[in-house]
């Protein structure tokens, strides 16, 4: 049974930092791409960021890129999300996402989901 349990939320100030882990069992996970996504209130949920399965590759969403890094150690089953120059749109509740399709940004690229851990940015 797939369990992505996410983790590092909280409130933080605009321009300020937060650091998300992902921790992943019951899945070769080696084997998967990982992704970021996240979803404000009232709104779709929308792509973040991904990264291959060997870390080789990156990508970001356009909102992001720059600010957000992504990254996963494999030996231990984890995906990270360093967020830094965070601003009040990034408010979401961020959910981490594992797949083994082609693509990297769909929702319909991955096929297991965790639970979400929410990100709140105000002053």
């Known amino acids: 049974q797939v369990q992505l349990v996410e983790s590092g939320g909280g409130l933080v100030q605009p321009g300020g930092s937060l650091k998300l882990s992902c921790e992943a069992s019951g899945i070769t996970f080696s084997s998967y791409a990982m992704g970021w996504f996240r979803q404000a209130p009232g709104k779709e949920r929308e792509f973040v960021a991904a990264?291959?399965?060997?870390?080789?590759?990156?990508y970001y969403a356009n909102s992001v890129k720059g600010r957000f890094t992504i990254s996963r150690n494999n030996a231990k089953k984890a995906v990270y999300l360093q967020m830094n120059s965070l601003k009040p749109e990034d408010t979401a509740v961020y959910y981490c996402?594992?797949?083994?399709?082609?693509?990297?940004?769909?929702?319909?690229?991955?096929?297991?989901w965790g639970q979400g851990t929410q990100v709140a940015v105000s002053s």
């Open positions: 996402a594992a797949g083994r399709s082609a693509g990297y940004t769909g929702q319909d690229d991955f096929g297991s």
């Open positions: 990264i291959s399965w060997g870390g080789g590759s990156t």
